[in-house]
């Protein structure tokens, strides 16, 4: 995916194709959950020949796979509220499209609730991939100096993350092994919407200055804590 994506409100042509598509589903299903294969009637559910026992059947098997999507949209919906937020979202933008009040947002999804500060968060397994066409050839845990250059990109990083994060965490096998002092004018774009990091002092962090940092509230993991990966590539964000 390149190119910055941004919501725009549906067209009446396209609200139309989303019901027709929707009813197409749901009519697909209901079939398949009454037992009826590709021949059997009936085969469309706007028949006008049909009986009063099929469009009852009809109905009522729609009206079971209806039950099943609601519950499906429901669960979609805290998820990618949850991941919006965790990307950068806001509750006004989430409120925006969901086309309600940021009160109703904040009551339905308080529970998600993330922290004000964010941090980077890069979570690989212990291991060294070689992509001749990579600048770095070697990425992954190479050790030694060429580490820096391993961890610090390339990764889909967003705006407000550049702009608020303070530190990057390394874990590796879900075990945080190092931390990094971002600079915030050292991003770079290495590739279309993937960028860089630059690390004050180019190195990362000592035992104390990580001390101070976690003391002082400004790090949420420390070398050792548990980091498990999640969904989504090796890059994530971290809300605190």
């Given amino acids: 995916m390149s190119g910055e994506m941004g919501r725009h409100p549906l067209e009446e042509a396209d609200r139309a194709e989303l019901h027709s598509s929707l009813d197409d589903l749901a009519w697909a299903f209901a079939r398949r959950a009454a037992g009826l294969g590709p021949d059997d009637p009936p085969i469309s559910l706007y028949d006008h020949g049909l009986s009063d026992d099929q469009i009852k059947a009809a109905r009522l098997a729609r009206v079971a796979i209806y039950k099943h999507l609601d519950l499906l949209?429901?669960?979609?919906?805290?998820?990618?509220?949850?991941?919006?937020?965790?990307?950068?979202?806001?509750?006004?933008?989430?409120?925006?499209?969901?086309?309600?009040?940021?009160?109703?947002?904040?009551?339905?999804?308080?529970?998600?609730?993330?922290?004000?500060?964010?941090?980077?968060?890069?979570?690989?397994?212990?291991?060294?991939?070689?992509?001749?066409?990579?600048?770095?050839?070697?990425?992954?845990?190479?050790?030694?100096?060429?580490?820096?250059?391993?961890?610090?990109?390339?990764?889909p990083i967003g705006k407000k993350v550049r702009a608020e994060a303070k530190y990057a965490i390394v874990a590796v096998d879900g075990i945080v092994r190092r931390i990094y002092e971002l600079d915030p004018a050292g991003w770079r774009e290495a590739e279309p919407n993937k960028w860089e990091f630059t690390a004050v002092g180019g190195s990362e962090l000592d035992a104390e200055a990580i001390a101070t940092a976690y003391t002082a509230g400004e790090l949420p993991l420390r070398p050792g804590d548990d980091c498990p990966t999640r969904v989504g590539g090796a890059y994530r964000p971290h809300w605190f």
Avoid: C, M
């Fill in 73 to 155: 949209v429901g669960s979609s919906i805290r998820l990618d509220v949850g991941q919006a937020l965790e990307h950068g979202a806001n509750w006004d933008e989430v409120a925006e499209a969901l086309e309600v009040s940021r009160q109703a947002v904040t009551k339905r999804f308080g529970d998600l609730r993330r922290g004000e500060n964010v941090a980077v968060v890069i979570s690989r397994r212990d291991r060294v991939r070689e992509y001749p066409d990579d600048t770095r050839v070697r990425v992954g845990e190479v050790g030694g100096p060429e580490q820096y250059d391993s961890d610090r990109g390339v990764w």
